[in-house]
């Protein structure tokens, strides 16, 4: 213990020491006139404090930096509040950068006031595209394509009969199991549709291993496409989609959506364009009813207008939706939907169906249903002056001698419309018969009368007739051999 307590007297005169050695390179400037070891002794002094001044000149101010901020990694398994970030993260395709790209980004962007309505149009569409491509690990420039195809709008319908967001033709459609039927049209289903479009697209990519080439093959088809890359392979030229010899519609296919990428992946030219924000959660979810409903009813469980309600669900030919069919409800109104419909104890649909009998008019059943003739053709999708068949079934409305509505089965006989029987040719008689031989004769005598005219210039009225029958001759052979060689030329 004694041993210790010398040792620490010992290491504390040496510090003392080694604190007074030091202090003397910087005695000159602490003392005020000259006296260093009056200066020495008031710096080992405690009980002796420097002038203020004498301090402020003696410390030198070192400036010490806040330590700069550790990056954070961007985490991309907690989705963003934007729809339009969690979109330009899964960005995938290669790029393209050409004329045309530049110019249908161009165009867009010279069309504000369209692109915000499309925007708002695909509201509440694009969350699910985009989950349904991460599912699949598809790029999400995909969840674009139908601002190329429709505008985003489920009820656009082309020339070449191709229908809804994806606009799908009937053919590919029923090659992926869309429904087409008198009760609804699957390719204007936004669930049922999307699933098809991504499948068909997913299959076209391991076809070529090319987005763009699967994009090509969407809008030309797989087989044109797969035509095109053989020819070039046979002359020696490149494959890829710049490359390929194709109808100028397929040409500018792609660039389209190029040039929607390139705004959608640019924040600030979106902010001056004014595209409005997409919230990043499910717009919508779907729910089965055991009975059959009137789209009317349907929205109103909903809390919806009919307009709204027929956005989500679009597909629907008829006023009634069948039992066990998905119904698509606003995210936010499932709960209310769900309680209404189970306090609902009244019939959910007013129509019925019908099964005309033999000589039944369509005027005769509105007038039985107490409904117009309109109402009862745009309940049924009939214009014009149609006429129903015997056996066939048609909706109307709630009544004596109408079956439910769940009696009509995919094996039922929708509306089938007869052509109008041509009235005017059934009247033919022998008198009409005879007039008309009047008629052909007369016609023929002065057709005769201006040829004979003609020929008769220079000769009697006898060799006038003579080359009147002359020329019935000539014409007739002529017009047997223009008929049998097709050449136009007289021998």
């Not at 404090?49 to 010490?64: G, Q, T």
């Not at 991460?134 to 009820?155: D, H, K, Q, W």
């Not at 007739?465 to 049998?484: D, E, I, R």
Request: no cysteine; proline share 6%.
């Amino acid at each position: 213990m004694h041993y210790r307590n010398v040792l620490s007297l010992v290491k504390g005169f040496a510090a003392s020491t080694l604190l007074a050695m030091t202090s003397l390179g910087a005695a000159p400037a602490l003392a005020d006139d000259g006296n260093q070891p009056l200066a020495l002794i008031s710096m080992l002094t405690p009980e002796t404090s420097l002038p203020l001044a004498s301090i402020e000149n003696a410390l030198v101010v070192h400036e010490v930096r806040t330590a700069p901020a550790i990056a954070r990694a961007v985490d991309l398994t907690t989705p963003p509040d934007d729809l339009w970030i969690r979109l330009r993260n899964g960005f995938a395709m290669t790029n393209l950068n050409d004329d045309l790209v530049l110019y249908y980004q161009q165009w867009y962007q010279n069309r504000p006031d369209a692109m915000r309505r499309m925007v708002e149009r695909s509201r509440p569409y694009l969350h699910y595209i985009v989950e349904e491509l991460e599912a699949r690990g598809m790029p999400t420039e995909i969840a674009l394509l139908p601002m190329v195809e429709s505008a985003f709008n489920p009820m656009a319908y082309s020339r070449a009969h191709a229908s809804g967001l994806w606009q799908f033709i009937p053919a590919t459609g029923k090659r992926f199991n869309l429904e087409q039927t008198w009760w609804q049209d699957q390719r204007r289903d936004i669930v049922a549709s999307t699933d098809a479009a991504l499948e068909y697209l997913q299959t076209i990519y391991e076809m070529h291993g090319d987005w763009h080439l699967a994009l090509a093959s969407y809008n030309w088809g797989e087989g044109s496409v797969k035509r095109a890359i053989e020819k070039n392979i046979a002359r020696g030229l490149p494959t890829d989609y710049e490359s390929l010899t194709m109808p100028t519609e397929t040409r500018h296919y792609v660039p389209k959506l190029q040039a929607l990428k390139n705004i959608f992946n640019n924040a600030a030219l979106m902010t001056a364009l004014g595209l409005p924000e997409i919230i990043n959660r499910p717009y919508f979810a779907t729910v089965e009813t055991s009975r059959p409903m009137d789209v009317k009813t349907a929205a109103r469980m909903a809390n919806m207008s009919v307009d709204e309600f027929l956005a989500l669900n679009p597909s629907h030919n008829r006023p009634v939706i069948r039992a066990e069919t998905p119904v698509v409800i606003p995210a936010g109104k499932l709960a209310t939907f769900q309680d209404n419909l189970e306090k609902h104890d009244e019939p959910l649909t007013k129509w019925q169906a019908y099964t005309l009998k033999s000589g039944e008019k369509i005027e005769q059943i509105a007038a039985r249903f107490g409904i117009t003739l309109a109402e009862l053709k745009q309940a049924n999708g009939l214009s014009g002056k149609a006429r129903l068949r015997s056996g066939s079934t048609v909706l109307v409305p709630a009544g004596k001698g109408a079956n439910s509505v769940e009696s009509i089965s995919d094996e039922s006989h929708p509306p089938q419309i007869v052509e109008p029987e041509p009235t005017v040719k059934k009247v033919a008689n022998s008198k009409t018969g005879k007039q008309s031989a009047k008629h052909s004769k007369s016609a023929t005598s002065s057709s005769k009368t201006r040829v004979a005219s003609k020929s008769s210039k220079n000769v009697s009225s006898k060799s006038a007739k003579k080359a009147a029958g002359s020329t019935k001759t000539v014409s007739t052979a002529t017009k047997s051999k223009v008929a049998k060689s097709g050449d136009g030329r007289r021998s």
